[in-house]
Nanobody, 126 residues
Framework: HVQLVESGGGSVQTGGSLRLSCAASGPTYITYCMAWYRQAPGKDREGVAALDGDGSTTYKDSVKGRFTISKDSAKNTLYLEMNSLKPEDSAMYYC?????????????????????WGRGTQVTVS
């Protein structure tokens, strides 16, 4: 099955930047939608950004203009470039991947059925 490994998290000051990476291995050809989610202590997991198989992107309103999701298909790696970071961006960030599903648009929705998840990378903004 598909395996996802996140990296790139860390501690930064307000206004700083980080680039998260999600390296995918296994039968990645079956994945159609990839996304970043995050979860802060005591809060529900929320979608941050999604990248559709046709290249379309979706962002959570609060990160629009600051975060950019992208993919290097040759490296099977998903990225999340995060700029102008705020303390409220602090969370564990998870990479998710799923197969095409006619019932779901790729938009990192709350209950979107992602089949594969990484273990996460911590982002702390102070």
């Amino acid at each position: 099955h598909v395996q996802l490994v996140e990296s790139g998290g860390g501690s930064v000051q307000t206004g700083g930047s980080l680039r998260l990476s999600c390296a995918a291995s296994g039968p990645t050809y079956i994945t159609y939608c990839m996304a970043w989610y995050r979860q802060a202590p005591g809060k529900d997991r929320e979608g941050v950004a999604a990248l559709d198989g046709d290249g379309s992107t979706t962002y959570k309103d609060s990160v629009k203009g600051r975060f950019t999701i992208s993919k290097d298909s040759a490296k099977n790696t998903l990225y999340l470039e995060m700029n102008s970071l705020k303390p409220e961006d602090s969370a564990m960030y998870y990479c998710g991947a799923r197969m095409r599903d006619p019932l779901w648009r790729c938009r990192a929705a709350r209950d979107e059925p992602f089949q594969y998840w990484g273990r996460g990378t911590q982002v702390t903004v102070s």
